[in-house]
T-cell receptor, first 115, second 114 residues
């Protein structure tokens, strides 16, 4: 079955440590996205990538970094510079960004807790 | 900047009844898409329905339909014959061509009373 996988489902880290969240898709989609969800909030865009080896900052990129070395993979690193990293992180993908009709498909998410 | 507003943090409806969730948005664009996503307790985001701004006809998907009022910038979701499985957070989202990603509202928590 085609889809998006995120691992792990729950992640715990100590303050000051960098942590990398995994996102893999086998939908052959060009575009991939990372969103953050906080309680009582909608999703907010962290980073997005339209093609391999290219990515752009979203609305709340500070304290985060990404890479896109393969079409299928778009890992997100939460660095120690992120002041409030505890949140639910969702990865998404779409066929491409050029058309409005391309819906975004979401992974199951990773709950990150930093203490 | 585009904004999406969902004015109902929580709604409750009896099973088999109809409920309408509200969404308004602010944009100066003429070409865009609107979406309703469902997030059940599993937290998996599921696309419920989408509407193209240039289409006057309201989108429908089985028990789900929208009332799209472009001039009023309103995009409400109607759920008919509510079922227990409809209980979830519902997010309204907006996207314009060339945008980085989706702009989401803060969501409405829908409770289905048996």
């Amino acid at each position: 079955d085609g889809g998006i996988t995120q691992s792990p489902k729950y992640l715990f880290r100590k303050e000051g440590q960098n942590v990398t969240l995994s996102c893999e898709q086998n939908l052959n989609h060009d575009a991939m996205y990372w969103y953050r969800q906080d309680p009582g909030q909608g999703l907010r865009l962290i980073y997005y990538s339209q093609i391999v080896n290219d990515f752009q900052k979203g609305d709340i990129a500070e304290g985060y970094s990404v890479s896109r070395e393969k079409k299928e993979s778009f890992p997100l690193t939460v660095t120690s510079a992120q002041k409030n990293p505890t949140a639910f992180y969702l990865c998404a993908s779409s066929i491409g960004q050029a058309s409005l009709t391309y819906e975004q498909y979401f992974g199951p998410g990773t709950r990150l807790t930093v203490t | 900047a585009q904004t999406v507003t969902q004015s109902q943090p929580e709604m409750s409806v009896q099973e088999a009844e109809t409920v309408t969730l509200s969404c308004t948005y602010d944009t100066s664009e003429s070409d865009y898409y609107l979406f309703w996503y469902k997030q059940p307790p599993s937290r998996q985001m599921i696309l419920v329905i989408r509407q193209e701004a240039y289409k006057q006809q309201n989108a429908t998907e089985n028990r789900f339909s929208v009332n799209f009022q472009k001039a009023a910038k309103s995009f409400s979701l109607k759920i008919s014959d509510s079922q227990l499985g409809d209980a979830a957070m519902y997010f309204c989202a907006y996207r314009t061509l060339g945008a980085d990603g989706l702009t989401f509202g803060k969501g409405t928590h829908l409770i289905i009373q048996p």
